[in-house]
């Protein structure tokens, strides 16, 4: 990691960009698979498999053998472990549901708004060199919660053609039981298009490499809904000297070894301070058996010294990063003034990987400078909000004046007398006396 002290504001973008490869570059690759997908379907699926896997896929629908032959390979430790970060995961997002709101805004005028599940949602699950069996759990607990009517699920499989055992665990475990053997830009194709194995999907969740998220980002022009553009992951460490610094050594290095395009970022107030921090990584990088990947997102990676407090949150505010972690004395006042990140995790005890698994908050997450503008994902996500009202004839004596003045004065005359005709009617019938 290089080291940065104090830089001007002006340097901040160029010296925290995150490595990455042009948008449109990406879209050259990605765009032929996705189009190939559309016209061949399951077959295109399995010459991608056979392409980017290297194996022979004939049944792309996991099936219940294959789901009860899992259960049997995952350890009863990791079971545990397993249930566990469920049972909190389930427990935090359950108590994000929110009651149905109705209310009379004025006298006859009653308005309202309900939660309505998205009926068909597609949940995209890393594979490749991480399996990641814990993102089924933060994806699949809040659709269920939230009644999707339809939950389909994409994953890459090994050279042996299986998915791993715990990600179909977990599946099982959370109650979803289409799986299907397919990952990369093909698994979102087939969740935007469909094919004779996965149907289509009105919103796509999961993270992935900067192809899936190209590809999500394609889907959208295709009608499709997207979490977010969730590509490689990256956390930001503010540290000051109430931190440990082979703590705060260990949490740039969770990141690091995601991938080699995942970025870290040191935040510190003092020179002394990122020294002692940076030899602990260079110390801890050492015994990861993922050392070339850290190693390479540590090349990525920058530790910037800024002794003024106020210059350092507002730094951090620009990065807007996928993961803060504030080890940091004042840690509660620091927080109250972040107002971009993903996932915020403060004090000494509080690691970014204990929210990856099983703290019970969700780790999927906006990156590359979208906490700026997204929220990570919640049961909010699974849900849509639709409003309702219902106008009394009485009600629409009350409000129909204004509505008629606001609709003529923007030259909307049907608007005007979808209001007027109804006022009409009810003064000729009080005029009847019915």
């Not at 993102?135 to 919660?145: D, F, N």
């Not at 007027?420 to 000729?428: E, T």
Request: aromatic share 4%; hydrophobic share 40%; net charge neutral.
């Amino acid at each position: 990691m290089k080291v940065l002290v104090n830089p001007p504001r002006n340097s901040w973008k160029k010296e925290l960009a995150r490595p990455a490869i042009k948008l449109k570059d990406i879209e050259k690759i990605v765009k032929p698979i996705m189009q190939k997908v559309k016209r061949q379907g399951d077959k295109a699926l399995r010459k991608f498999a056979l392409e980017y896997d290297h194996v022979e896929i004939d049944r792309l629908l996991v099936t219940r053998e294959e789901i009860a032959e899992a259960d049997q390979q995952v350890s009863d430790e990791l079971k545990r472990a397993i249930q566990q970060a469920r049972e909190n995961i389930l427990k935090f997002h359950e108590a994000q549901k929110t009651p149905d709101l109705e209310m009379e805004v004025m006298d006859g005028v009653t308005c309202m708004r309900r939660s309505v599940p998205i009926q068909k949602v597609g949940l995209y699950i890393p594979g490749g060199t991480a399996p990641l069996f814990s993102t089924v759990l933060m994806l699949g607990i809040p659709a269920k919660l939230a009644g999707c009517e339809e939950i389909v699920l994409c994953s890459p499989p090994n050279p042996a053609g299986k998915l791993h055992p715990a990600i179909l665990y977990a599946a099982g475990l959370v109650g979803i039981d289409r799986i299907i053997k397919a990952g990369g830009a093909q698994a979102i194709a087939a969740f935007t298009y469909g094919t004779q194995s996965v149907p289509k999907v009105d919103k796509i969740f999961g993270p992935g490499n900067q192809y899936v998220t190209a590809a999500k980002q394609l889907a959208v022009k295709k009608g499709v809904a997207i979490d977010m553009p969730a590509g490689p992951s990256e956390v930001l460490v503010y540290a000051d000297g109430s931190s440990v610094p082979a703590f705060v050594a260990s949490d740039l290095l969770s990141q690091a070894e995601h991938g080699v395009d995942s970025q870290v970022v040191l935040v510190c107030d003092s020179e002394k301070l990122a020294k002692k921090i940076l030899k602990e990584v260079d110390a801890q990088v050492e015994t990861l058996p993922r050392q070339k990947i850290a190693q390479k997102a540590l090349d990525n990676s920058v530790a910037i010294v800024i002794p003024n407090a106020d210059k350092a949150i507002d730094l951090i505010n620009e990065y807007a990063p996928e993961h803060l972690i504030l080890s940091v004395s004042d840690e509660e006042e620091v927080c109250s003034r972040i107002v971009n990140a993903g996932s915020v995790f403060l004090g000494n005890f509080t690691p970014e990987s204990a929210g990856d698994y099983a703290s019970g908050t969700n780790h999927t997450l906006p990156t590359n400078g979208y906490a700026r503008n997204h929220s990570g994902v919640s049961l909010d996500s699974f849900v849509k909000k639709i409003t309702y009202q219902k106008i009394t004839e009485k009600g629409l004596q009350n409000l129909g004046p204004t509505v008629e003045i606001m609709a003529e004065n923007e030259s909307l005359v049907a608007h005007k007398q979808a209001v007027s005709l109804r006022l009409d009617h009810i003064n000729r019938n009080k005029q009847n006396g019915l």
